[in-house]
């Protein structure tokens, strides 16, 4: 499709030019109307989205008679920064010093994201590229066993976490986080596009699967465990492992804030600027991750 | 042991325990911050503590059925410790003929009021005091509306929202209670084997609760704090912890209230009746543990006046007001730092408070009571036959795990 | 590897079987971790709850055998579970496939629009499942309070005078619950299609153009979908799973209980029976059911899927 030929400056409707502002100019035709009942709705659905962002926000900095405002008021009118000075003081204060909170995060995050990216690309790569036997079973079952409600195999799960006496370890989260299905999905996906011929000619050339799989297939899907890295860390971060961390200096981060909402009433302040925090690591990272995601999946092509 | 509330009170808990009980008595105890959530699993993979702390009133006969927590009236010193807590903290705890949890907290409603607005309006007499609200009983609330109504104003009866449903269990509702109580009612028979809401003492009382809403107009949903600070709803019932809620999140009228006992009913001879129900906390000692007497000494030590006392003042000494705490111990509560004549008024309400029994299948009572009044309220059936069909129905539930249990 | 022209004799067939096992070893190797620990933390529950469906387990003590029971009181004595079957049905049957098609609406016009507000409107998108709070806007417009937003409208309005109870009316209840159920199933599936589209190769545009394809709707069927069949039957999975498994929405926006189980579905049914009647068998049962069920719509949606493009 050619590009539009630069045209003498006609007065464009204003319809057409706010669609040119968002869209590029040599996108697909359709209708202007379409478009624009579209963009409402769109319209309509970031502010439903964006709502409970806004009140997140603005809660962590409403003083305690703004709190419990009803209906919440949207913004907040005396702001204030104690929520913040408290919530630095309960941590401070602390038994177990705030440093080992974040460690146990950052052990569990970083361990979990390594081995799940790793352990997840491993089992992709036979599965995308490769029929063997077992195979197919192999996919049925993935996909199905992740079908089965999970509050019912919650149970048997803490049972197995016992027997393997897991219970109170950083393992009961680290391991079963290896075994997310959100990697193998991911990865296997992306696996699956890499033409074949390159794994061919390299087992031709003598290489073993191992080398095939580090050397040629990982650095061709690197978009997809980018991102994979990515969507594993922010699971990882408000992962609490409640039910199986129960020894104080194990727990992570997201898990010893999130247990000082029972101190009631009065810690609504606090809480309210610990859900403002929990939630500002993730977008950070996903709003940084955006830019380096795009800009590699434009780069690293698959070029026959 | 575990404690299932919350951050500051784990670590109150844990200085208190390392202060008083392990020098005094020689036991070391491991105190852990977990959910209630967490405790089913545990108990039955082994995994589990000895005592768990911060239970809903559902949990130690639910587990008592089951075989999994230890009755406390085993224990010889017993009814000492036990003379702390009022009878009607201890009933819901009780399940055929045995003791299973110790009451830890105490919560029962209280008739709250801005004294500026209601003499303001005149609704009530310029002099009212205590003795008022003595002999103020429903009739008078009946009364009251028309002049309240006139200016815009509300009386708040509790009803639970949807935010509060999210445990699946739904409490029977105080206001219904409390009429049924102070009628000389009861919400199950002696033996817990079937409810009494198919008597006519019963469906009486709901038509006059349902009456509230469809006759009167009462409003079903409303956030009693917002509205009794801006004074749309200048008095109402709620649970007396609303006192800390409005602490915090009023101080702007904090002169301009009281609370007081709720209204009553008068009775034939002449007195009016304030009896109310109410909720709690408890803690329990596990079957599976191998420490059951040391588990008792924690119980009575963490029961007992002084550290109930010094538990509350810490609390409060962090979190101000807003952390005042509903021990269950009575001596306790005298002495933590409400002024003196809120503790009076509080002792009275507490001596008319009568608890709620649970039996097998008493989750299911609530839930219909409430389907059937938003089916009156949203429908306007007749209430009668209404709460005739559901006591029906809670009645086959409450067979149904009788059965379940061996006990029918 | 030696391949003869002659038919293979056994020697040669065993030594490709040999050979074929060699090079397939490493492959083995390199799924092993991976699956032993999904084994383990995944299929192994599944295997148990399939097993409990055939016992009564309170949790509390050991579990007891019972056979078929769970199962004929599931079918001929449980009233209220046929009630959560009605609900469920309705609520997936509606929200399933519109949201499945709006999902792809959307990421096919986020596709074309450029990539800063790409960027942003993904964002926007995502941004419910981070901050996790969604559900108290609707609970804040359905509220039954007078001051709820669409409450508080109507009596601006003087539409109505006394507020009405949404969430607290059997009437209403499942009505808002499609539209929540709705609103937020865009997440996952969005994304995933957003992704696929993207990685659609342009250069099969241009050459259906110059083959004269003229429209959109058949570049769209011929060429869009075609392309994205991965996505189409990933999505389909994740559709098909979360219809048939709402309760999330439903107990957010109704509770838990809902009122006379307007709100209620097979698994909120199963949640209840697991959690608050300690009836663990019975409700490993209703997963057994409903996990038969997802598997058998999946399947047929699959074979729908395959005649795409053709």
Redesign the interface.
Known sequence: MNAAKPRPQKQKSLAKRLMNVIKPANSLNRSVGGDIVLLIVMLVFATFSAYPMVFIISNAFKPFNELFIFPPQLFVRNPTLDNFIDLINLMADSWIPLTRYVFNTLLITVVGTVGHVVLASMAAYPLAKHTFKGSEALSKIIVYSLMFNASVTAIPGYVIMTRLGLIDTYLAIILPAFAFSLGLYLMKNFMVQIPTVYIESAYIDGGNHFQIFWKIVMPLVKPAWLTLTILSFQALWGATGGQYIYDESLKPLSYALSQIAGGGIGRTGVVAAISLFMMTVPVIIFVLSQASIIQTMAHSGIKE | MWVGSGRDQANIIRRLIDESFTPEKNINVRLQLVPESVLLPATFTGKGPDVMMGVGNTTPVNYAMRNAVHDLSTFPDFDVVMSQFKESAILPYRFEGGVYAMPEQHIFPVLFYREDILKEIGVIPADADEAFWQEFTWDDVIDMIPELQRLNLEFYLPIDIVEQQLGGIIPPNLIYVSLLYQQGGSLYTEDGSRTLLQERKAIDTFKMWTDFYTNYRFTIAANFANRFRTGEMPIGIAYYTMYNMLSVFAPEISGQWKFTVIPGTLQADGSVDHTTPATGIGTIILNQSKNKQAAWEYLKWWGSEETQVQFGREMEGIMGAAARYPTANVGALEKLPWPSRDIRVLLEQWDAVRGIPEVPGSYITGRYMDNALRMVVNTGVNPRETLYRYAELINDEIKNKRKEFGLE | MQLSHDKPSREQKRLARKI?FH??K??????F???S??F???????A??LV?AFTYF????MPTWAGWENYRKLFFEDDVFMVAIKNTVLFAVVTGPIGYFAAFL?AW??N????K?R?V????????S?????Y??W??LF???????LN?FLINLGITT??I?W?????YIPIIIILVQL?MS?GVSFLAFVAGL??VDRTL??AA?VDGIKN?WQ?LWFITLPSMK??LM?SA?IQI?SSL?ISEVA??????????NAGHTI?TH???H?????E?GY??A??TL??FV??GS?LLVQKMLRRVGT
């Open positions: 074929e090079k397939n490493e492959l083995y190797v390199l799924m971790p991976y699956f620990l999904f383990v933390f995944t299929v192994l529950p599944v148990v709850s409990l309170n949790v509390l003590e959307f016009f986020v074309e629009l450029k990539p507000i960027a409107m993904t964002l926007i998108f995502y941004a419910p981070i901050s996790g709070g969604a108290i806007i609970r804040l509220s039954g309070d007078m001051y709820g937003y508080a006394e507020p109870q969430l607290q009316n059997p009437t609103w865009l993207q990685s545009y241009e153009a959109r570049e991965p996505q990933f999975v799973t498994a107990m957010q926006v109704a509770g838990f209980p809902s009122v006379e698994v199963l949640i209840y697991g959690s608050i009647a300690f663990l409700a490993s209703i997963a409903l996990f997802m598997l999946n």
